[in-house]
C-alpha cells in the first residue's frame, strides 16, 4: 500500500501533453523554492568549496538523492572529494632583517607570488629598474663588470623609466618574471623591489594569480627600509615561505540505473563564491554572496529532474545525477570527474548542464542552449519541441564557462542551459525571492521533453565545434586555440582542449601537452602564457616547446 501512494504522488508530479510528460507547476515548484531557499540562505554562507556551507549543501543535496532513491556513484557514497590549492599567503615563519634591524611582515615588506621558500644571507646591490630593453636601447646590467657578477640581492624599482605604467614603452621587457628572470641570470641570490616614485603605484599583497614560483626570494620592501635599500649596500637576511591552503571539494553524483547500453548526463553545479572574493562583482564589506540564481537553481532543478526520472522517466538511457562544487574556481569538480570518472566516459551518449536558469525573463521568456553544433540530433529535436511561450537562443560552442565544456573536451555532446545575465550575478543581492518559479519549470520541462524525444535514438553522434576567444583574451592579437587546464599547477600551461582549425589543432598539439616556451618566451604559468601570446601576429610562425608524456619536442606554429 506503501508503495502505491508514493507512485500516486509521484504520478500527480506530471500531467501529459501530447503525449509527453510535463512537470506539474502546483507540484514542482514548492520543492523548488525549498531547495533554493535553503542552498541559498545565510546559514549555508554561500556555499564555498572547502568550507562549513559546502559541506551544508552537499550533506542537503545527498539527502535528497537518498530520499528520490538514486544509487550512489560517488568514490564515498554519493561523495567524490577533490583537492585543491585554495589561497597563498606569507607563512609565519616569513622574516627579513636589513642592517640587523627587523623589518615587519606587511607594514616593512612583503613578498610577491613569484618568491621561491628559501633563506638567505648577503649583500644588496641597487640595478635601478633591472631592465634590459634592446628596442629603447636601454640596459640597467650594462656596466656589471664580470668581477661584479657575484651573489648580490638586487634590488630595482617596480615601475618603469618613463613612469608610464602598463602604457609604458618598456612594457614588452618591464614584467616582474622578465626582471626576475634578468637577475637570475646575473648570478642574483634574490630580488628585493623598491618604490621610489610617487608617480608609480606600490604593488599589492595578492597571491590569488595562477603564478608559479621563480628559483630565488621576491620581495617588496617599503618606507624607510626601501631608502636604506636605495642609498647604499646594505646587508640583508631573508627567510621567505609561501602558505597555500589546500581544501577538499566534493562532487555529488548519483545513478538511476535502468539497464540501458548507454548513459545520459544531467549536471549542475552547487557552489558559489561564499562571501565574496576575486570573482565578486560587488564592491562593499565582505557579505553572503547566497547564489540563488547562481546556482541554486540549477541544484533544484538537477534534484526535481532526477526526482522526475526515476519515478517516471523513460528507460532507453540510464541517468547519471552530478552536483559539482569548485565550477567557480574554474570548473575544478566537473574537470575532475572527466578525469576520474566512476562511470566509463565511453558509456556516456551526452550530457545536459544546467547553470543559471532561475531568472528567465517574463516579458521575453526566452532560455539560451548553448552547444546545438555538437551532435547533429539537437537541432533535429529541438525543432519538434513545444513549451508554453518558451522561446530558445542556441550557439554552436561545446566550449563555455561552465561545466558542460569538460565533457565537451572528453568528445560527448553536451548542451547547456541559461536563464540569461541580471545586475545581481556575482553579487550578494542574488537572492531567493527573485527566482522567476514558472519561467524555471519551462525550461525543465523542456529538458523533460528532449530527454523523451532521444529516448529510443540511440547513442548522438559528436560533431567538434569552432570555438573563437577560448582563451578568453580580446585584446591578443592571436591565439594558439586551446582550452588550458586551469587545476594545473606545475610548470607550463598544460592543454586540456584543442580547437579544430586553430594554429594548435594544425600543428599537432593534443589534449595533455604542456607547453613551456612559445619562440624566446618560457612559458611556466598561465601569465607567462598570456604575455607570450602577446609578442605575436597573425602569420607569424613560432617555434612551441612542448612536453608531451615527459617527452620534450618543438613544433613549429603559425598564427
Known sequence: MKKRILLLIAVATITITN???QL??????????????????????????????????????????????????????????????????????????????????ND????????????????????????????????????????????????????????????????????????????????????????????????????????????????????????????????????TKLHKEEVSGHNIIGFIDNKAENTVVIGAHYDHLGMGGQESLYRGEPAVHNGADDNASGTAALIELARYLKANGPKG???LIMAYSGEEKGLLGSGYFVKNPTLALNKMNYMLNMDMVGRLKKEEPTVLINGVGTSDAWKITMNYIKVDSLKTKTTESGVGPSDHTSFYLKDIPVLHFFSGTHNDYHKPSDD??????????????????????????????????????????????????????????????????VSENKPAAKAGLKAGDIVTQIGEEK??????????LGKFSKGDTVQVKIVRDKVESLVSVTF
Open 19 to 21: 503525449g509527453y510528460a
Open 24 to 105: 506539474n507547476d502546483a507540484k514542482v515548484i514548492p520543492n523548488l523554492k525549498k531547495h533554493i531557499s535553503t542552498l541559498a540562505s545565510d546559514e549555508f554562507g554561500g556555499r564555498e568549496p572547502g568550507t562549513k556551507g559546502e559541506v551544508l549543501a552537499y550533506t542537503y543535496i545527498s539527502k535528497q538523492f537518498k530520499e528520490i532513491g538514486l544509487k550512489e556513484k560517488g568514490t564515498n557514497g554519493y561523495l567524490q572529494e577533490f583537492k585543491f590549492v585554495k589561497s597563498v599567503s606569507m607563512d609565519a615563519s616569513c622574516a627579513m632583517t636589513i642592517n640587523n634591524q627587523a623589518a615587519k611582515a
Open 108 to 239: 616593512d615588506f612583503f613578498l610577491l607570488p613569484y618568491s621561491n621558500d628559501t633563506s638567505i644571507s648577503g649583500k644588496t646591490k641597487y640595478m635601478n629598474y633591472g631592465i634590459i630593453s634592446t628596442k629603447n636601447n636601454f640596459n640597467d646590467y650594462a656596466e656589471l663588470q664580470a668581477t661584479d657578477r657575484l651573489p648580490f640581492i638586487l634590488v630595482m624599482e617596480y615601475g618603469t623609466p618613463d613612469h608610464a605604467g602598463p602604457h609604458s614603452k618598456y612594457s614588452d621587457d618591464a614584467d616582474i618574471r622578465t626582471r626576475i628572470n634578468n637577475a637570475i641570470k646575473f648570478g642574483a641570490m634574490g630580488v628585493i623591489f623598491i618604490n621610489s616614485s610617487t608617480a608609480e603605484q606600490d604593488p599589492e599583497i595578492d597571491f590569488s594569480k595562477r603564478i608559479t614560483v621563480s628559483s630565488i626570494p621576491v620581495a617588496f620592501v617599503k618606507g624607510a627600509m626601501a631608502t636604506q635599500l636605495k642609498n647604499g649596500s646594505c646587508n640583508v637576511s631573508m627567510t
Open 317 to 319: 538511457n540510464n541517468y
Open 432 to 497: 531567493e525571492n527573485l527566482i522567476n518559479y514558472p519561467g524555471e519549470v519551462a525550461i525543465m520541462n523542456y529538458i523533460v521533453q528532449l530527454v523523451q524525444r532521444l529516448d529510443d535514438k540511440g547513442k548522438l553522434n559528436f560533431i567538434k565545434t569552432k570555438e573563437e576567444n577560448n582563451e578568453d583574451a580580446p585584446r591578443f592579437k592571436v591565439t594558439l586555440g586551446v582550452v588550458p587546464d586551469y587545476a594545473f599547477d606545475g610548470a607550463g600551461m598544460r592543454i586540456d582542449g
Open 523 to 532: 612559458v611556466v604559468d598561465m601569465m607567462s602564457y598570456m604575455k607570450a
